[in-house]
């Protein structure tokens, strides 16, 4: 971490696809302690940027940086310190949950990987199913054990991309207690989804994306959930014009 | 090490349990070593040649049906994307994968050396061979592992892993074969400078795959 510095630091940044341009001179910071909601129509680019800041996409200009550094030189050492929950659940079906996060907690360096992945189980409710293969898991559950290897090293910063897919009552406050604790102990989070009730209820700031660009971005108690959803439909119109 | 010993416990944990491509690597194996003894004229002067060449078309075939398979799995599952999120250098990724699939193909080699020495009646199971055939497949999985990164983002990965990969392995079958002939032939002591020649092959594209892999894994 950098001290009081922001975590992160976004300026400029442009993503393109052949023609397609996906990131249009973005630039955000994400400060410690902070939980952002990442919104927008689809295809307004919010996989993009939370790909970028998880170093999975180099930006085709600007510059990312991540804990002081420059995010992609120094990728390996960054990512120790991100939690990344994605579509996919980077989890294997042939593995127990147990040994999923022992095998993650390995990758991560963490000692006691055994302990770890018990905590990371209980914390997320799946204690009871620890020794069950993942493929015997519904989506639900999948995702909690998704959400478990994401959060199983302490990471400074969660990048949670449509975290709540699949998740029914119990598993979305499960997802909000994440949250809450990761911002209480001065950790931050990117959040993405199209729940908006539900990312509004989480996020301290709020960012909107219209047509690759930063159409909003406002402490969530300066800011209305009209005035949100007006600047997400803001970036449908850009995006069709 | 240690995350390099974790990727390699977790590769055949998830091929032991979901019986992904090891099962096939073996059968191919066997059906080319049975239908090759079928075909040859084991009778001739020349069958040690024809034994080494067809024990090396098994394992050559056998092992890039394994290799072609072994990151394209991942990555269709999205867990090469888990993989790459880790703080590892990808030389670990690569070191890890690499003796997964060397793991793999010598236990194809174990399954079909027996069975090969019962059907043609060569010294399959001499010390030499076994040596000749860890050290050919040291070389196949490290180019293999390598190309398979590469080929496991395409959709025609099917036919652009071998195209690949054959030219590159070229060496590494022709040594292999002609080492694997001499031993049958009883010559061992000459089959030593093929040793050196695929050792030093084995040493050059194990290295340079380690070194480059970080430019295929990444975007």
């Known amino acids: ?241 | 090490m240690r995350r390099v010993w974790a990727l390699v416990w977790k590769d055949l944990l998830v091929e032991f349990r979901g019986r992904e491509f090891l099962g096939a690597m073996v059968v191919f194996a066997l059906i080319t070593i049975v239908t090759l003894n079928f075909a040859f004229d084991l009778s001739r002067g020349d069958r040690e040649a024809s034994g080494a060449g067809g024990l090396w078309i098994a394992f050559l075939f056998a092992g890039m049906l394994g290799l072609g398979r072994s990151l394209a799995v991942e990555r269709d599952r999205g867990t090469l994307e888990g993989l790459t999120l880790c703080p590892v250098d990808a030389g670990t990724i690569f070191l890890g994968k690499f003796i997964s699939n060397v793991l793999f193909i010598v236990i194809v080699q174990a399954v079909s050396l027996p069975v090969f020495y019962g059907l043609y009646n060569l010294p399959s199971l001499e010390p030499m061979v076994l040596l000749m055939a860890v050290i050919g497949a040291i070389g196949l999985a490290g180019l293999g592992t390598l190309f398979s990164a590469l080929a496991a983002s395409s959709r025609a990965r099917e036919i652009l892993m071998p195209l690949l990969l054959f030219p590159l392995a070229i060496p590494l079958v022709i040594g292999t074969v002609r080492a694997t002939t001499l031993i049958f032939q009883g010559d061992g002591a000459e089959a030593w400078p093929w040793f050196n020649l695929l050792a030093a092959f084995d040493v050059i594209f194990v290295t340079l795959s380690y070194i480059v892999f970080d430019l295929v894994l990444e975007e």
Request: net charge negative; with cysteine; charged share 20%.
């Open chain 1, 1 to 241: 971490m950098t001290g009081d510095g922001p975590l992160i630091q976004v300026e400029h940044v442009y993503k393109r696809f052949g023609t397609k341009v996906a990131l249009r001179d973005v630039s955000f910071s994400l400060v410690s302690g902070e939980a952002v909601a990442l919104l927008g129509a689809n295809g307004a680019g919010k996989t993009t940027l939370l790909r970028s800041l998880a170093t999975l996409a180099r930006p085709t200009r600007g510059t990312i940086q991540a804990f002081g550094v420059d995010a992609w030189s120094a990728r390996a050492a960054v990512r120790a310190q991100l939690g990344v929950v994605a579509h996919q659940p980077y989890v294997y079906p042939e593995l127990t949950c147990t040994e999923n996060l022992v095998f993650f907690a390995t990758m991560f360096g963490l000692e006691e990987v055994r302990v770890r992945a018990a905590e990371a189980l209980e914390h997320v409710g799946l204690a009871r199913r620890a020794d069950d293969r993942a493929s015997t898991l519904s989506r639900g559950l999948l995702q909690r054990l998704n959400l478990a290897r994401a959060i199983l090293h302490e990471p400074a910063v969660l990048l949670l991309d449509e975290p709540d897919t699949g998740l029914d009552a119990a598993g979305r406050e499960v997802l909000s207690e994440i949250v809450h604790s990761q911002v209480t102990r001065g950790g931050s989070v990117v959040l993405t989804t199209h729940a908006l009730e539900y990312a509004l209820g989480l996020a301290t700031r709020v960012v909107v994306l219209g047509e690759g660009r930063v159409v909003l971005d406002e402490p969530r108690e300066l800011v209305s959930d009209e005035a949100v959803s007006l600047a997400i439909g803001s970036g449908v119109v850009a995006a069709g014009r």
